[in-house]
């Protein structure tokens, strides 16, 4: 991004751009920029990459390694968490505090993450003074998929906010009034319907997706956007590869207001600002170069 870009972002309460998103790996980075009385935080949402291309990543957006504070998961798939992180996370280099929800722990144990730096969380959990997690539990496969509302900014009304959710078996009420007006909405919209029937995968593997434990449709994933009404920008994650496309996705998007920003597999988003108030519907604009770094970095004695 260039400079002018990074400059547009400074009036925003946080960022976020989603590094790859699907069956091969997921993660996003969250970045809340220091105020005056809190440093700069800097969220991973999942780490289904593993670590040394994570690395990657995050070093075209001007992000160390040892910058990372928090690494927070929606679940333990192994697309949302890589094999590597256990033995990751190490003084130097990855720093982070892994979260993780209570009803995974037993899956953490068994992965070895407890014996990292490891923090559970139930309904919600304060990432930083001024960044709240708020916590929705949907149906996944036996142990479930954690949604995140974060919002940011102290007190009862926060300046921003983001709804996270990925992996959901179906869409409840509860996740619809969990989310609702959050001013960026990241969410799945894994497959189409007729490409999913039309794949060669097989009957099980078709009903493990569609059967209200696997993941969203186009279809589910429009209606739920519709009902919660994010106020300025659209994110849509984890499109199968197999069983959908960026352009068939974003036909069944066609009637909302919110240009859809697709992640894909193969390249991060650009960042997307999470301002309050809403905003303007404008699209986001697009773009390959490579992007600096975001906000003011932390020195040794703002972290």
């Known amino acids: 991004m260039s400079e002018g870009g990074v400059n547009d972002l400074q009036d925003a309460s946080g960022a976020l751009c989603v590094l790859a998103s699907g069956s091969s790996g997921n993660c996003s980075v969250l970045v809340v920029p220091k105020t005056e009385t809190t440093a700069r935080r800097v969220i991973l949402i999942d780490a289904g990459l593993s670590p040394s291309r994570t690395a990657q990543f995050l070093h075209t957006r001007g992000i160390r390694p040892d910058e990372v504070d928090e690494i927070i998961f929606t679940h333990l798939d192994s697309d949302h968490c890589h094999s590597g992180w256990p033995r990751a996370i190490r003084p130097g280099s990855w720093r982070a ?6 009803m995974h722990m037993g899956r953490a144990e ?6 990292t730096r490891c923090a559970p969380f139930d309904e919600s959990f304060q990432a930083a003074p001024n960044i709240r997690f708020g916590v929705e539990m949907l149906a996944h496969d036996d142990l479930g998929v954690a949604t995140f509302r974060v919002a940011i900014g102290r007190g009862q009304s926060p300046d921003a906010t983001l709804g996270y959710a990925t992996d959901l078996g179906r869409v409840t009420s509860g996740l619809i009034e969990h989310l609702r007006g959050v001013d960026v909405l990241a969410i799945e919209s894994n497959y189409c319907p007729k490409m999913q029937l039309a794949s060669s995968r097989p009957a099980f593997l078709k009903k493990r997706i569609m059967g209200g434990s696997g993941h969203l449709s186009n279809e589910e994933a429009a209606r739920a956007i519709g009902l919660i009404e994010p106020g300025e920008h659209l994110v849509l994650l984890h499109l199968s590869q197999q069983c959908n ?8 998007h066609r009637h909302h207001r919110w240009t859809p920003n697709i992640s894909t597999q193969r390249e991060p988003t650009p960042w997307i600002p999470i301002r309050g108030g809403g905003g303007s519907a404008a699209p986001i604009i697009r773009t390959r170069q490579t992007q600096g770094r975001l906000f003011v970095a932390p020195t040794a004695d703002n972290r």
């Open 97 to 102: 505090t892994l979260r993780i929800h209570r």
């Open 110 to 115: 068994r992965m070895g993450l407890l014996y």
């Open 245 to 252: 496309c960026p352009q068939t996705a974003v036909h069944a």
